[in-house]
């Protein structure tokens, strides 16, 4: 056999054109583009030279790797397809080009030809290049969902090729060995050992030279790095890849998808959403199938978290089809997943559906990778069977996920069969149950002690499964990646609630809701175990806490008295009045560019007000308010309902939250006062000069992110008057913008201080989406979740002089000592402008009290509002509520 490095050569210059040919070949990863145009003159040359098929078959390798590297994988497979049929070139030359065929066959679509070529290759290789041809047949392998083979020929290979002698060629496949593996360790979220491989196949590449190796390296770094709980170290890696992979359009598609697919798992379908819109039209075009059936299938499960069941099913069915004809047959479950869960959300549960649930899980749990979500699918299999009334199967259901943790205390009803199960049978289920995720467990164990009406049992249960899962979570500081992660658990907090609400009291259902935000609310809001904590601090303001119990709403109002649960009436009729008040207060704000009169705001504002806050008129009074949303509310601009109106509002994600904010400590002396004013609007730089002008020794910072950043360092007060953009897929990608570009949310993540008081003079800057109760997400938020005690932000489109009109009046009260919500409400009912709320502790003044020479701040919530002339009187309110629990605590 003939090496590489030692053609046969039927003259000099044939030996000339071989030589240059392999020197294309190791070009390909370099300069792709060189190497394509070395490889079209060396078969122009070839065509006109006797005896040169071994330089014909070699130069066609280099350029089918080259079109690879390009990302047009029909061309690199069309070129080494022309190389494997060239006439009379030999055995191993040809061989090579199968070995190159291998990985662009897989990813192609077709990962189990790709193993039938490897095959034909493999009697014509040379020791040294059936080892580089064990690093292609891994990709194959692990496409087809056979990751220890595919760890099992890594491992082969670098032990060939750590000791090859090291010419540039097997530095190439000793490092793509390694990056290989590691990505195979990663599909089985063995997250360590993938670290490890791409670290060293990083470094490897970068001291060989192969720098475009390294960068499809690094590409995979903003995977792990989400895959870790590092979301903001994981788009700075991201951005880094997307500017070193420009140009190469397959290989930035394909890591896309990858990013995507992370992302997705960590509970971000609307980050996951954007990337994959950009990536599924390029994989297209580029021909990589693998890349795109996987695309597809995370771009269905993106609809179906995202409650489009019906796209969710026609983008399924497709990924379905696609990864069937590549004959991808471990795959296929996921995809029946998304089907079987969207059928779920659109027709009622039947017997029939209920089957293919129970089927599909036993689908899933034949690989391991899968057992976690073939747990999930099971405890809903369990839920179809009780809403199909078919207890028995439910109680098998839940005996497959809860036999590793309380074997001793199981429950069947009378009459259950069980089928015998032999010791192999057994021993199979008991480590299928010890991966079953706590969250899962926990909440089968809650149905199952529900079941024998066992309701201290299915709370004990469910409290420990929120109690593990916040633990796991602690260590999470990013805070979409939390409130995310916190989904998982939405459905047991969700159980608990139901169960409170129909076997408990105010108390109880107070308690579950604190427990369920704190799961997913920054780590410092340590969960309430009861409303006891509230009293002192709230003084004779009241804390109105909302829930929804499918579909219902809810509200706990705590006062100093009594703790009250009252039941609203339905969320959807909230809903759509509060859309109507949102397109009201837009079309307000638009009236002067002719979009019409406006619309009628206070009739709304005074329909929602009767919706949310008539049924508590009795327990409110004239009280100062701390209020708790729940999902849409947090879109409300409260400053709009006329009940509200001059009167001191406070909005907190939690109790919890709102109590440590309180705990911050109030400015010992004089403000510390910075503003910055954006570009393109007309009053900005005036509104800044007018606020600065409120409060001595405050100055200006220039509207870049690197300077306001830096100024929130040392900032008691923080003013941006700029345009703002909210983005409901994406909210930390929300931001202001400044000179040099938007401050996103995320840009807030590394902040180690922020300033006690934030106000975003901005439109939508206090927008929120909120996956998870207790953790909205947007700026506001961000501010809050970083050390803020209290943020200012605009809920809807304000005009430019209204906002001038208004943050001329707020600082002016807030210089003579009023605390911020009390400052807001007086300055809003000054200029009619309702479109700001003040968020986390606005109760509390900014300076301590003996630090001011013109009046004594109210230190506690019971202040009253400022302007207008004396207290707003709860009347006006019609509306009934059942009352739930009315006992005095």
């Known amino acids: 056999m003939t090496t590489p490095d030692h053609p046969r050569a039927a003259s000099p210059v044939v030996a000339m054109l071989v030589r240059a040919a392999e020197m294309a070949v190791l070009r390909s990863v370099v300069d792709p583009e060189q190497a394509l145009r070395a490889g079209r003159t060396i078969l122009k040359t070839a065509a006109a030279t006797a005896g040169s098929a071994?330089?014909?078959?070699?130069?066609?390798?280099?350029?089918?790797?080259?079109?690879?590297?390009?990302?047009?994988?029909?061309?690199?497979?069309?070129?080494?397809?022309?190389?494997?049929?060239?006439?009379?070139?030999?055995?191993?030359?040809?061989?090579?080009?199968?070995?190159?065929?291998?990985?662009?066959?897989?990813?192609?679509?077709?990962?189990?030809?790709?193993?039938?070529?490897?095959?034909?290759?493999?009697?014509?290789?040379?020791?040294?290049?059936?080892?580089?041809?064990?690093?292609?047949?891994?990709?194959?392998?692990?496409?087809?969902?056979?990751?220890?083979?595919?760890?099992?020929?890594?491992?082969?290979?670098?032990?060939a090729l750590v000791a090859a002698p090291g010419t540039v060629d097997d530095r190439r496949f000793l490092a793509g060995g390694l990056l290989n593996r590691g990505l195979v360790h990663a599909y089985r979220g063995d997250w360590d050992d993938a670290m490890r491989d791409i670290s060293a196949c990083l470094e490897i590449a970068r001291h060989a030279g192969l720098h475009h190796l390294a960068r499809l390296a690094a590409a995979n770094l903003p995977f792990l790095a989400v895959r870790r709980g590092d979301v903001g170290e994981a788009f700075a890696h991201y951005r880094a890849a997307q500017d070193t992979l420009f140009g190469f359009t397959e290989r930035l598609a394909t890591m896309r998808a990858d990013f995507a697919g992370a992302l997705l798992a960590a509970h971000l379908p609307g980050e996951a959403r954007a990337l994959l819109s950009l990536a599924v039209p390029d994989l297209e075009k580029s021909g990589g199938r693998v890349a795109l059936a996987e695309a597809r299938l995370k771009l269905a499960q993106v609809e179906l978290l995202t409650g489009d069941a019906r796209e969710a099913i026609a983008v399924a069915e497709r990924a379905g089809r696609e990864l069937m004809e590549q004959e991808r047959h471990t795959w296929l479950p996921l995809a029946r997943e998304v089907v079987l869960r969207a059928r779920l959300t659109l027709e009622p549960p039947t017997p029939e559906l209920l089957t293919e649930l129970i089927g599909c899980a036993g689908e899933l749990e034949r690989d391991a990778a899968h057992l976690a979500g073939a747990?999930?699918?099971?405890?809903?299999?369990?839920?179809?069977?009780?809403?199909?009334?078919?207890?028995?199967?439910a109680s098998a259901q839940l005996a497959r996920l809860t036999m590793h943790a309380r074997p001793r205390e199981r429950w069947m009803p009378a009459g259950t069969r069980l089928t015998p199960l032999s010791c192999e049978q057994q021993d199979r289920q008991l480590a299928q149950a010890a991966q079953v995720p706590a969250v899962v467990r926990q909440h089968a164990l809650a149905l199952e002690a529900s079941l024998q009406e066992d309701v201290p049992g299915a709370f004990r249960a469910i409290r420990d499964g929120l109690a593990e899962m916040g633990g796991q979570m602690d260590t999470l500081d990013d805070p979409s990646l939390r409130a995310h992660a916190a989904r998982s658990g939405e459905r047991l907090a969700a159980f608990g609630l139901r169960l409170a609400v129909r076997d408990g009291g105010a108390d109880e259902v107070f308690e579950w809701a604190e427990r369920w935000r704190a799961v997913a609310a920054p780590a410092h809001a340590r969960p309430l175990t009861g409303p006891g904590p509230l009293r002192g601090a709230l003084g004779r303001a009241a804390l109105v806490e909302y829930v929804t119990d499918e579909g219902t709403l809810l509200a706990v109002v705590v006062t100093g008295e009594r703790v009250t649960l009252r039941r609203l009436g339905g969320l959807r009729a909230v809903a759509e009045t509060l859309v109507r008040l949102r397109y009201s207060l837009r079309r307000a704000s638009l009236r002067e560019g002719g979009a019409g009169p406006p619309q009628p705001i206070d009739a709304i504002g005074a329909e929602l007000g009767r919706q949310l806050l008539g049924p508590l008129a009795d327990e409110l009074g004239d009280r100062p308010l701390v209020l708790v949303p729940t999902g849409v509310l947090h879109t409300l601009p409260w400053g709009a309902l006329p009940y509200l109106r001059e009167r001191p509002v406070s909005v907190a994600a939690s109790a919890a939250g709102w109590l440590a904010a309180s705990g911050r400590a109030a400015v010992s002396g004089p403000p510390s006062v910075v503003a910055a004013a954006g570009p393109g609007l007309a009053h900005a730089e005036e509104e800044v000069r007018r606020v600065l002008a409120r409060h001595p020794g405050a100055r200006p910072v220039p509207a870049r992110r690197d300077a306001v950043l830096e100024a929130l360092a040392g900032a008691d007060v923080l003013h941006l008057a700029a345009h703002g953009v909210f983005h409901a897929r994406s909210p930390l990608l929300s931001g202001i913008t400044l000179a040099d570009g938007p401050l996103m949310a995320y840009d807030l993540l590394q902040v180690t201080r922020a300033p006690r008081l934030v106000v975003l003079s901005s439109c939508d800057s206090g927008m929120a989406r909120t996956p998870a109760d207790g953790a909205p997400l947007g700026l506001a938020g961000t501010f809050l979740a970083r050390g803020a005690a209290c943020v200012v932000a605009g809920m809807v489109p304000v005009g430019d002089e209204d906002a001038l009109a208004l943050m001329t009046s707020f600082h002016e009260l807030l210089a003579t000592g009023r605390p911020p919500a009390e400052a807001l409400a007086s300055a809003s009912a000054a200029t009619g402008v309702p479109g700001f709320v003040c968020f986390g502790a606005g109760h509390q003044p900014l300076v301590r009290p003996a630090a001011l020479h013109e009046r004594a701040a109210p230190a506690a919530l019971d202040g009253a509002a400022a302007g207008g002339g004396g207290q707003p009187v709860a009347t006006g309110l019609v509306g009934s509520a059942t009352q739930l629990d009315h006992e005095p605590t």
């Open 54 to 159: 071994e330089a014909t078959v070699v130069a066609l390798r280099a350029m089918g790797l080259a079109e690879r590297e390009l990302g047009d994988l029909r061309a690199a497979e069309e070129h080494l397809r022309q190389a494997i049929g060239t006439v009379g070139a030999p055995g191993e030359r040809l061989a090579q080009a199968r070995l190159s065929l291998v990985t662009v066959r897989t990813e192609r679509g077709h990962p189990l030809q790709a193993l039938r070529v490897a095959a034909l290759a493999w009697a014509y290789l040379s020791p040294l290049d059936r080892a580089k041809l064990d690093t292609q047949r891994a990709v194959a392998l692990a496409c087809l969902g056979r990751y220890q083979e595919a760890v099992a020929s890594c491992d082969r290979a670098l032990r």
């Open 375 to 393: 747990a999930a699918l099971r405890l809903v299999a369990a839920e179809t069977a009780l809403a199909v009334d078919d207890h028995p199967t």
